[in-house]
């Protein structure tokens, strides 16, 4: 009797905890952000987030879809190396630019379950991103914004789950 008991409260955790975890994804849907209110987000909130994070970065996510995810990111220091293993991001440049250096080897490499980061990056290739310009980075790829002090990049990003 115990041992139904215990199976029946486990079946119960185990559905609610997999209709709590799919709850938790937007349902797809027609979405249009304009262009005034992107500069708003950025202004408003990037901006500021931004200049008072310890990274330089500020950050706001629109849609987090099952297969993709919508966001907007504002940077005002240099990144940090990173790439991620089941993901594409395509960067779309908002304001501002910067070098962006995708490809290379990742150096001081630390792994995590989804991607890893380091201090830099040995080779690849360095893109001068500027307003208007989209770049796709397959999963796996390493990828790093070069900012100057001084420089800031606001991007739209996309980022796709690749199939598992």
């Known amino acids: 009797m115990r041992r139904c008991v215990s199976l029946g409260v486990f079946v ?10 799919a709850q938790a994804r937007e349902e797809n849907r027609v979405v249009r952000w304009a262009a005034p209110d992107l500069r708003s987000t950025e202004t408003k909130d990037l901006t500021p987030q931004a200049k008072a994070a310890a990274n330089g ?3 706001k996510t629109f849609m987090d879809l099952r297969t993709h995810k919508v966001m ?3 940077r005002e220091k240099a990144g940090s190396p990173e790439l991620h293993k089941g993901e594409t991001d395509v ?4 304001s501002g630019g910067g070098i ?3 490809g290379g080897e990742i ?4 792994d995590s379950a989804n991607g890893a980061t380091g201090s830099s990056i040995r080779g690849g290739e360095k893109y001068q991103m500027a ?3 989209v770049i796709n980075i397959p999963p796996n790829v390493a990828h790093n914004w070069l900012l100057t002090p001084g420089q800031s990049v606001t991007y739209f990003i996309v980022k796709i789950e690749e199939p598992r």
């Open 131 to 133: 307003v208007g310009d």
């Open 107 to 110: 150096l001081d490499r630390k």
């Open 72 to 74: 907007m990111a504002h």
């Open 57 to 59: 970065v500020g950050a």
């Open 91 to 94: 960067f779309m440049v908002q």
């Open 100 to 102: 962006l250096q995708v």
């Open 12 to 21: 119960l955790v185990s559905v609610t905890a997999v209709s709590l975890w």
